[in-house]
């Protein structure tokens, strides 16, 4: 009987109903994209990290697992190369080249292949001049560049000599010496990696390194390590911004439904007296209100759900490099819940108001 009615209902007014759903989607769909990106980021972060096939890395003093802008001298990676165990050692230079979601690597190409393996090459090849740049097919088909290309990073021209297979070290690779150069600090690097004769020897290389009174204040991890603390857990700036956008979502989906609700009580006040004058509770009146508002979340949730599959199309065919977005199933059932809740609240007042109606005053509505 509920079930029936709150179908006609909906059936009744087919474009405030399409409307309320679209409207209770979009939050949804905000908060599964920002979390597919958030998890997108930190993935293809961890997948780059572990393509390198170093065994430790040495961040700068003072820096954090994705802090930029820290360097420290150049002359360190001869240091960290006659250590014990150690039998690679090479250092990069990171720099931001669009906004802060893409950056670039400067390596010392030998040395990094030996240490990797490698990058793949879907055309072109290895760097043939200082003015040379390696891009991934993802930045490559992005901006539709293609071996040969001259390309505008960090203020100057580079022509593009080979594009790669993305998941290795970076999106967009340099020779090192013309990056240091590029950036005015031609004896710093980024961060260090080292290779071991044995990965099983990584927790031990860093314990002695640490306890170097020169080396205490630079932080030191075994990879493993360092790409498991990369989480959006751990970064407190990206966890706050998630909770205000699902706080935004809540809010969203609140009043939209309040005010859909509303608006449906004031249409209905006749039908809801005449529900009352033959015999229909308060509770039943205000069931009809709040299995509405359900099923409108319910639509809404899966309109979201369908929504952050074409903007994950979107994002992933026009800027792939830059916004590594994936879909996170187990967010599905998170973001209705929050829909959920928040329609359901949205619906209370316009229910208590319409089970609180006079059923003699309802049927003089005009």
Aim: aromatic share 8%; proline share 5%.
């Amino acid at each position: 009987m509920t079930g029936k009615l709150v179908l006609e209902n909906l059936k009744h007014r087919p474009m405030r109903s399409l409307l309320s759903i679209l409207l209770i989607g979009v939050p949804v769909t905000l908060i599964l994209c920002l979390v597919g990106l958030s998890h997108g980021f930190i993935e293809d972060s961890q997948r780059r990290a572990r393509g390198v096939g170093a065994d430790v890395v040495i961040r700068p003093k003072g820096s954090s697992l994705l802090s930029l802008g820290y360097s420290m001298p150049s002359q360190m990676v001869e240091y960290f190369a006659k250590q014990p165990h150690v039998v690679i050692a090479t250092g990069v230079v990171n720099a931001t080249v669009e906004g802060v979601t893409l950056g670039a690597t400067g390596v010392d190409l030998p040395v990094f292949d030996k240490m990797s393996g490698g990058f793949v090459f879907k055309d072109g090849g290895p760097f043939q001049d200082t003015n040379d740049v390696i891009i991934s097919d993802y930045y490559a088909g992005q901006h539709n560049h293609h071996v040969g290309d001259k390309i505008k990073l960090l203020n100057q021209e580079w022509r593009v000599s080979g594009i790669m297979e993305s998941g290795k070290l970076s999106h967009i690779v340099l020779p090192i010496t013309s990056m240091q150069a590029a950036k005015g600090d031609p004896e710093k690097v980024s961060q260090i990696y080292l290779k071991l004769d044995n990965p099983a020897n990584a927790k031990a290389v860093v314990q002695s390194l640490t306890h170097q009174p020169e080396l205490e204040d630079y932080p030191i991890y075994p990879m493993e390590e360092f790409t498991s603390a990369l989480s959006v857990n751990n970064i407190p700036a990206l966890k706050g911004f998630t909770i205000v956008i699902m706080g935004i979502g809540v809010v969203i989906g609140f009043a939209v439904v309040c005010l859909s609700m509303y608006m449906a009580v004031l249409q209905r006040t006749r039908e809801i007296g005449i529900l009352k004058s033959l015999g229909g509770s308060k509770g039943f009146i205000l069931s009809i209100i709040l299995v509405e508002a359900l099923m409108l979340g319910v639509g809404g949730t899966i309109l979201g759900v369908l929504l952050s599959y074409g903007a994950y199309w979107l994002i992933h065919t026009l800027v792939p490099a830059s916004f590594p977005m994936i879909i996170v199933y187990e967010w599905w059932p998170i973001a209705g819940a929050i829909t959920l809740v928040a329609t359901l609240l949205g619906a209370l007042y316009p229910g208590l108001s319409a089970a609180a109606h006079d059923p003699i005053e309802a049927l003089a509505y005009e």
